[in-house]
T-cell receptor
């Protein structure tokens, strides 16, 4: 079975802190994705990566950056957390040729 | 770009009844349509998917139908059970999009015992 793990289930940070969210997949997938999920807005794509050291902006990249130094790991970085970044963050991975995505359990981030 | 609309946003059924969730998409080049189920406190889980070369796919109590001409696809759950209660998301993608899925906004399904 595909396994996507995220470093934390719950995280509380203060405004202005630098926040790292880590995601690891064990299926050698080429593609990895970061979404945020908010009530009534569904899943919105922040960034994705289709190869090591490659990244592409999604629909809402402002205030975020990403890093993919190894194929299995994709990190989301909030350079200076703000209260409007309080959300559920979901990581997903997928094979390049099938478009199927597999999701991690999510990290619920609260910024105070 | 692609836009996926999902209806209804909430759906309440009695245990044993059927539930149907519908999605429409805008890009006729889309060719892959997965459905995800998200239980409370968990990430979305793929439950069924369909590609544009077929019109229907079934897996036990769930089925998905695709109408390419009308650009809509639907999820059908028969003999619903309380454990079917969750938020369901549809999505669409097309070849060459690097695996990007465009998601609908979700349907909260409640199955009452």
């Amino acid at each position: 079975d595909v396994k996507v793990t995220q470093s934390s289930r719950y995280l509380v940070k203060r405004t202005g802190e630098k926040v790292f969210l880590e995601c690891v997949q064990d299926m050698d997938h080429e593609n990895m994705f970061w979404y945020r999920q908010d009530p009534g807005l569904g899943l919105r794509l922040i960034y994705f990566s289709y190869d090591v050291k490659m990244k592409e902006k999604g629909d809402i990249p402002e205030g975020y950056s990403v890093s993919r130094e190894k194929k299995e790991r994709f990190s989301l970085i909030l350079e200076s957390a703000s209260t409007n970044q309080t959300s559920m963050y979901l990581c997903a991975s997928g094979e390049g040729h099938t478009d199927t995505q597999y999701f991690g359990p999510g990290t619920r981030l609260t910024v105070l | 770009g692609e836009n996926v609309e999902q209806h209804p946003s909430t759906l309440s059924v009695q245990e044993g009844d059927s539930a149907v969730i519908k999605c429409t998409y805008s890009d006729s080049a889309s060719n892959y349509f997965p459905w995800y189920k998200q239980e409370l406190g968990k990430g979305p889980q793929l439950i069924i998917d369909i590609r544009s070369n077929v019109g229907e796919k079934k897996d036990q109590r769930i089925a998905v139908t695709l109408n390419k001409t009308a650009k809509h696809f639907s999820l059908h759950i028969t003999e619903t059970q309380p454990e079917d209660s969750a938020v369901y998301f549809c999505a669409a993608s097309k070849a060459g999009s690097q695996g990007n899925l465009i998601f609908g906004k979700g349907t909260k399904l409640s199955v009452k015992p």
